[in-house]
């Protein structure tokens, strides 16, 4: 019988005091073995490393623990990256510090990669999100076709038109990879990792599905890099600073995705041809994030410069898709705030 495969479990942790305790007991209750863990706390400011610390050196189990604290912020990327030179495993299990995995975690993603041959180079799963207390609050992260029951499914798409679509892309907070993904193409270069991961493995490998929810995605006050979804923000500046975000690291995720084109043509894996029309639609997406980025924060004149200059480039999409930018920002923010009102609840 062969030797099951060291797998590495990372956790990545900022200022998460709060929750990281949890996190990391999720990571050391973990079932699989041979399982080393790797903590990375990324310079946080509040209690988090202590709290790493203490929870360490009160572990006894049977898991390898490797605890880092990086000097300097470097973001959600750079951790990864940070992590990815820690990790010895042939698979990678990301988590965050605000998350919770199931303990069966690792041990059901091995199944699946087992079954596919080791063949997959990213695997995620759905999810259960929960309140900022733990509190339980549906089912979040599926894909496919809600008819297909099966527990393990292939997500097949065409990484040439991902560029534009960005689809399929895997559920980040349960998100699981070969490092394969960083030796073919190196390290990240933007915080969407699952954007750039999910490109990357439609380039070079097989997206797998795990249909069975394994994590507890909390949602909270802090959150603020989820990609796509529910406008279901506390208030208009969490929005604001929440768009600026996205379209500060999707632009650097576009520059992160054009550089792995890069790397494939030169690679053999694309002709010219195919190089330059994948490079053009990434632009394209790009501009659309950078217009957005220079519009949130610039004054009246700048905004309609910018539109201007975008309406000039034949952008006509971008351009009607941010024209309510040119209002005063106060009215902005009241229209704004006035289409995500709460109903008042009548009592009798």
Same mark, same amino acid.
């Given at each position: 019988m062969n030797?099951?495969?060291?797998?590495?479990?990372? #956790?990545?942790?900022?200022? &998460?005091? !709060?929750?990281?305790?949890? +996190?990391?007991? $999720?990571?050391l209750a973990q079932t699989y073995s041979p399982l080393e863990i790797i903590i990375s706390d990324d310079a946080s400011t509040d209690r988090s490393f202590e709290i790493l610390q203490q929870t360490v050196a009160a572990y006894t189990g049977p898991h390898a623990v490797k605890l880092n604290r990086n000097q300097s912020n470097l973001g959600?990327?750079?951790?990864?990256?940070?992590m990815m030179k820690l990790c010895q495993g042939e698979l990678v299990v990301i988590?965050?510090?605000?998350?919770?995995?199931?303990?069966?975690?690792?041990?059901?993603?091995?199944?699946?990669?087992?079954?596919?041959?080791?063949?997959?180079?990213?695997?995620?799963s759905s999810y259960r999100t929960i309140a900022a207390d733990g509190t339980e609050l549906g089912l979040g992260g599926l894909r496919g076709d809600p008819k297909d029951t099966r527990p393990f499914q292939l997500q097949t798409g065409?990484?040439?038109?991902?560029? /534009?679509?960005?689809?399929?892309?895997?559920?980040?907070?349960?998100? +699981?990879?070969?490092?394969?993904? =960083?030796?073919? =193409?190196?390290?990240?270069? /933007?915080?969407?990792?699952?954007?750039? #991961?999910?490109?990357r493995t439609l380039?070079?490998? &097989?997206m797998l599905y795990i249909r069975q929810p394994l994590v507890k995605y909390r949602r909270h006050g802090s959150n603020v890099s989820f990609f796509a979804?529910?406008?279901? /923000?506390?208030? =208009?500046?969490?929005?604001?600073?929440?768009?600026?975000?996205? +379209?500060? &690291?999707?632009?650097? !995720?576009?520059?992160?995705?054009? $550089?792995?084109?890069?790397? #494939?043509? &030169?690679?053999?894996?694309?002709?010219?041809?195919? @190089?330059? @029309?994948?490079?053009? $639609?990434?632009?394209?997406?790009?501009?659309?994030?950078a217009v957005e980025r220079q519009?949130?924060?610039g004054n009246g004149l700048k905004r309609l410069s910018t539109l201007t200059d975008a309406l000039g480039r034949g952008n006509f999409h971008c351009? #009607?898709?941010?024209?309510?930018?040119?209002?005063?920002?106060?009215?902005?923010? +009241?229209?704004?705030?006035f289409k995500n009102r709460k109903p008042v609840s009548l009592r009798t």
């Open positions: 030797a099951r495969p060291l797998i590495s479990f990372s #956790l990545g942790c900022y200022n &998460q005091a !709060a929750y990281i305790r949890e +996190a990391l007991e $999720a990571a959600i990327g750079g951790n990864v990256n940070r988590a965050a510090g605000d998350d919770v995995s199931l303990p069966e975690r690792t041990e059901i993603i091995y199944q699946a990669w087992e079954k596919f041959g080791h063949r997959p180079t990213s695997i995620s065409d990484f040439r038109e991902f560029l /534009t679509h960005r689809q399929p892309v895997v559920c980040g907070c349960s998100h +699981a990879w070969s490092p394969e993904l =960083f030796r073919y =193409f190196g390290p990240l270069k /933007t915080d969407l990792e699952d954007l750039v #991961l999910s490109f380039a070079i490998g &097989q979804g529910k406008d279901d /923000t506390h208030s =208009f500046e969490h929005r604001e600073n929440r768009l600026r975000w996205i +379209a500060e &690291q999707t632009v650097r !995720a576009y520059d992160n995705l054009m $550089a792995d084109v890069e790397i #494939l043509h &030169q690679n053999g894996q694309l002709t010219r041809a195919e @190089r330059e @029309r994948l490079l053009k $639609a990434g632009r394209r997406v790009q501009t659309v994030y519009l949130i924060d351009g #009607l898709r941010f024209l309510p930018r040119l209002l005063p920002r106060t009215i902005y923010q +009241a229209l704004y705030e």
